[in-house]
């Protein structure tokens, strides 16, 4: 059928299709899917379709059964997860009760169950995100899929983003952390709060001698943070830097003062501009 046909179905006959549209679509995991799949996300609030995808995800998952867990997958990642607020708290006790699902049962510590824990954790953070408006936090793991959301649609001011900006900047340390980006990112909505606890991170990071969480907190900065007074606090952080490894034949020290340096150098070209204009 095409999009116009089941758009248009009854809210029943449509909902009956529902199963089997995920399952022809269920190894596309995190991807948006399909047309069908978006059709599904666009009558979601119908409910004739919340009645079914919640039977879909209510639905046991039999252990190492690929073909179901993922059609869990599918409906959770690629229909629930973009859903809007209002359309996802009619998902609240499907939700409730995947999260609840045990499977301690399963023979087999494999990828399979690996996915399927990932997917129950998510399913209990995506209904806590439903059941309170206010909720807001920064991924305690790495599999956390829900977090990033909160933090995108709960938080608005640097003033209410300063708290959670010490965890985001705990991620900052490992770029092969999944959370490693979307944090970043969150911190560079406000770059000049940012930059104030950026320098507080590199103080510690230089106490610590660790090179690599020196690097991407001074890379953030230059990144992110526009050159400016708010680069001023961090600055005899980045020049002590430079003090303890200048002269160091470590290739990664190195490579690290020079970095340090280029930072160092585009603020006094900042400076000596400022100066000219005044």
Same mark, same amino acid.
């Given at each position: 059928? $095409?999009?116009? /046909?089941?758009?248009?179905?009854?809210?029943?006959?449509?909902?009956?299709?529902?199963?089997?549209?995920?399952? *022809?679509?269920?190894?596309?995991?995190?991807?948006?899917?399909?047309?069908?799949?978006?059709?599904?996300?666009?009558? &979601?609030?119908?409910?004739?379709?919340?009645?079914?995808?919640?039977?879909?995800?209510?639905?046991?998952?039999?252990?190492? !059964?690929?073909?179901?867990?993922?059609?869990?997958?599918?409906?959770?990642?690629?229909?629930?997860?973009?859903?809007?607020?209002?359309?996802?708290?009619?998902?609240?006790?499907?939700?409730?009760?995947?999260?609840?699902?045990?499977?301690?049962?399963?023979? #087999?510590?494999?990828? #399979?169950? *690996?996915?399927?824990?990932?997917?129950? /954790?998510?399913?209990?953070?995506?209904?806590?995100?439903?059941?309170?408006?206010?909720?807001?936090?920064?991924?305690? !793991?790495?599999?956390?899929?829900?977090?990033?959301?909160?933090?995108?649609?709960?938080? #608005?001011?640097?003033?209410?983003?300063?708290?959670?900006?010490?965890?985001?900047? !705990?991620?900052?340390?490992?770029? $092969? $952390?999944?959370?490693?980006?979307?944090?970043?990112?969150?911190?560079?909505?406000?770059?000049?709060?940012?930059?104030?606890? &950026?320098?507080?991170?590199? &103080?510690? %990071? $230089?106490?610590?001698?660790?090179?690599?969480?020196? #690097?991407?907190?001074?890379?953030?900065?230059?990144?992110?943070?526009?050159?400016?007074?708010?680069?001023?606090?961090?600055?005899?952080?980045?020049?002590?830097?430079?003090?303890?490894?200048?002269?160091?034949? !470590?290739?990664?020290?190195?490579?690290?003062?020079?970095?340090?340096?280029?930072?160092? %150098?585009?603020?006094? /070209?900042?400076?000596?501009?400022?100066?000219?204009?005044?």
């Amino acid at each position: 059928m $095409n999009r116009e /046909q089941l758009t248009t179905l009854d809210e029943r006959v449509f909902a009956e299709k529902v199963p089997t549209m995920l399952w *022809a679509d269920r190894e596309t995991l995190f991807e948006d899917g399909s047309e069908d799949i978006d059709i599904i996300r666009c009558r &979601a609030s119908e409910p004739a379709t919340v009645e079914t995808v919640s039977t879909v995800l209510t639905s046991a998952i039999e252990d190492e !059964d690929y073909d179901t867990l993922r059609v869990h997958q599918k409906a959770l990642y690629s229909v629930l997860f973009k859903l809007s607020l209002a359309k996802l708290r009619p998902y609240r006790p499907a939700l409730a009760a995947l999260a609840a699902f045990d499977i301690s049962g399963f023979s #087999h510590r494999s990828s #399979h169950y *690996a996915q399927t824990s990932i997917l129950i /954790q998510n399913a209990g953070l995506l209904e806590r995100f439903a059941a309170d408006s206010k909720a807001v936090w920064v991924s305690k !793991d790495k599999f956390d899929m829900v977090s990033d959301r909160t933090l995108t649609e709960r938080v #608005h001011t640097a003033e209410e983003m300063r708290p959670y900006m010490p965890e985001l900047f !705990d991620w900052l340390v490992d770029a $092969n $952390n999944p959370p490693f980006r979307p944090c970043r990112d969150q911190l560079a909505r406000f770059p000049e709060t940012a930059a104030i606890v &950026a320098a507080e991170f590199l &103080a510690k %990071a $230089n106490e610590e001698k660790d090179t690599e969480y020196q #690097h991407f907190l001074i890379d953030f900065v230059y990144d992110c943070v526009p050159v400016g007074k708010s680069w001023m606090p961090m600055r005899e952080h980045v020049q002590a830097l430079v003090k303890e490894l200048e002269g160091s034949s !470590d290739e990664d020290d190195e490579e690290l003062v020079g970095e340090a340096n280029e930072w160092l %150098a585009r603020l006094e /070209q900042w400076k000596a501009l400022r100066k000219e204009q005044d």
